[in-house]
């Protein structure tokens, strides 16, 4: 049974940062792609950040140049490094696994919220 467990999410306020955590067990962690998605209230998902199995990132235009996806193949574990996060970040965060066959798998999402 694949499991995604995130970490991390808290209030912190504007400017600040945070790390989000998601560790994968129940799956080969090294093949797959690791990914963040967010949804705000009344809004749709959307895709924050990604992380291939040979660890190519990419990263929504909002979010470049603030936040760092990385990975540690060795601990199953995939990292969002959240930097001058905004009010506008606040959202639940989703950890997303896909495997080769593009089968996706997902967390049980974890709330940020940025606010003084």
Not at 42 to 49: D, F, I, N, S, T
Not at 71 to 82: E, P
Not at 105 to 110: A, C, K, R, T, V
Request: with cysteine; hydrophobic share 35%.
């Amino acid at each position: 049974q694949v499991q995604l467990v995130e970490s991390g999410g808290n209030l912190v306020q504007p400017g600040g940062s945070l790390v989000l955590s998601c560790t994968a067990s129940g799956i080969i962690f090294r093949l797959v792609a690791m990914g963040w998605y967010r949804q705000a209230p009344g809004k749709q998902r959307e895709l924050v950040a990604t992380i291939t199995s040979g660890g190519r990132t990419s990263y929504t235009d909002s979010v470049k140049g603030r936040f760092t996806i990385s990975r540690d193949n060795a601990k199953s574990t995939v990292h969002l490094q959240m930097n001058s996060l905004k009010p506008e970040d606040t959202a639940v965060y989703y950890c997303n696994a896909e495997t080769p066959d593009r089968y996706m798998y997902w967390g049980q999402g974890i709330q940020v919220t940025v606010s003084s």
